[in-house]
């Protein structure tokens, strides 16, 4: 069946603009997890969402950083004003529910200059 | 906050060598443990999920064991092979529903 997607693949932007990145979890999974892994870095969590409940956004690195999920299925990461500090790779997973075994797309390459 | 370790940092060993990852976390309180498979450039792949309530998973050469009291979990490679080679990450999940966190992983070179 069809993993979790992700897109753009690739996202090259100015300092400053505003970007969108977009995660398709698998279907009928009710968990939904962002993380993003800078250059030779670890995985750092971003935020989850489970079903409808509102996600704790305590995790987002600053109030630059937006997420929603809408309709339970495809969510989007928003990043307004882009700095060069938030170049990395941003990882989409989801699973059957939260704690379940999390499935994770290809990520998406953000390159801010 | 949980503090993950991955103990060695990197690891090269012949092919057909049986080889052991470590990971340790400071918060036991833990729900379950997964360990992950990254490929260079790639998204991770699931290898084990290990609930907290069991003390040992496998899959073909793949065994993983958990100690939540001490806070430790092994990831044992059977006749490790060169398509093995990747970065080995653990995250030991938390039962409060709260963040979640990864080690710095192992990169593993199984040469030929």
């Known amino acids: 069946g069809a993993g979790v997607s992700q897109s753009p693949s690739n996202k090259v932007t100015e300092k400053g603009k505003d970007v969108e990145l977009r995660c398709d979890p698998i279907?009928?999974?009710?968990?939904l997890y962002w993380y993003r892994q800078s250059l030779g870095q670890g995985l750092e969590f971003l935020i989850y969402?489970?079903?409808?409940?509102?996600?704790?956004k305590s995790g987002l690195p600053s109030d630059r950083f937006s997420a929603e999920r809408t309709g339970g299925s495809v969510s989007t990461l928003t990043i307004q004003r882009t700095q060069q500090e938030d170049s990395a790779v941003y990882l989409c997973?989801?699973?059957?529910?939260?704690?379940?075994?999390?499935?994770f797309g290809p990520g998406t390459r953000l390159t801010v200059t | 906050k949980q503090e993950v370790t991955q103990i060695p940092a990197a690891l090269s060993v012949p092919e057909g060598e049986n080889l052991v990852l470590n990971c340790s976390f400071t918060?036991?309180?833990?729900?379950?443990l997964q360990w992950f498979r990254q490929d260079p450039g790639k998204g991770l792949t699931s290898l084990l999920l290990?609930?907290?309530?069991?003390r040992e998973q496998t899959s073909g050469r793949l065994n993983a064991s958990l100690d939540k009291s001490s806070g430790r979990s092994t990831l044992y490679i059977a006749a490790s092979q060169p398509g093995d080679s990747a970065t080995y990450l653990c995250?030991?999940?938390?039962?409060?529903?709260?963040?979640?966190?990864f080690g710095s992983g192992t990169k593993l070179n199984v040469k030929p």
């Open positions: 997973a989801s699973s059957f529910s939260l704690l379940y075994e999390q499935y």
């Open positions: 969402f489970q079903g409808n409940s509102a996600p704790d």
């Open positions: 279907s009928g999974h009710t968990a």
């Open positions: 995250a030991p999940l938390p039962d409060n529903f709260n963040k979640f966190y």
């Open positions: 918060d036991s309180a833990i729900y379950n």
């Open positions: 290990i609930q907290s309530s069991q």
